[in-house]
């Protein structure tokens, strides 16, 4: 196990009245995958009705990618999506509607440049980026 001592995540806010509303930083967080407890919302399971996952392309502890079909005006489109993912203690990451986890899109012409630089990425699934990528550039 890789400690990243560098790097600081917010772990959330204590918001109750006799708390201050800065939000913790923990410098010493692993950075490195794990699967998410049954508090934690997986990425897969994250399918409002905007936006549903056709394929998880980046993982982590603290963030996610996703390549799924965006509920737009037209008709269904292919989007990327990205989310800051929850923890175990029931936060529900970032966005998130009414307490339940969502995406929010990326703009379609920065698609390539996302794509690409998600490759060899260590939390990356690498069939997936390319498929998506496929879709992309074709």
Same mark, same amino acid.
Request: hydrophobic share 35%.
């Given at each position: ?13 204590? /918001? ?15 950075? %490195? ?10 990425? /897969?399971? =994250? ?5 549903? =996952?056709?394929? =998880? ?28 993912n929850g923890d175990d203690k029931g936060n529900a990451g970032y966005p ?18 996302? %794509?690409?630089?998600? %490759?060899?990425?260590e939390h990356g699934n690498a069939t997936a980026i390319i498929d998506a %990528? ?5």
């Amino acid at each position: 196990m890789t400690t990243n001592k560098t790097t600081e995540r917010m772990v959330g806010a204590d /918001t109750s009245p006799t708390s201050s509303s800065t939000p913790q930083v923990d410098v010493d967080a692993p950075d %490195l995958f794990v699967l998410p407890s049954h508090d934690m919302p997986n990425p /897969t399971d =994250v399918n409002p009705s905007n936006f549903r =996952v056709q394929s =998880v392309l980046y993982s982590s502890v603290e963030f996610s990618v996703a390549w799924g079909d965006w509920a737009a005006p037209e008709g269904r489109v292919r989007r990327l999506a990205m989310r800051w993912n929850g923890d175990d203690k029931g936060n529900a990451g970032y966005p998130k509607t009414f307490g339940h986890p969502v995406w929010f899109q990326i703009p379609p012409e920065l698609n390539l440049t996302f %794509l690409r630089s998600l %490759l060899g990425q260590e939390h990356g699934n690498a069939t997936a980026i390319i498929d998506a %990528l496929r879709e992309v550039v074709v």
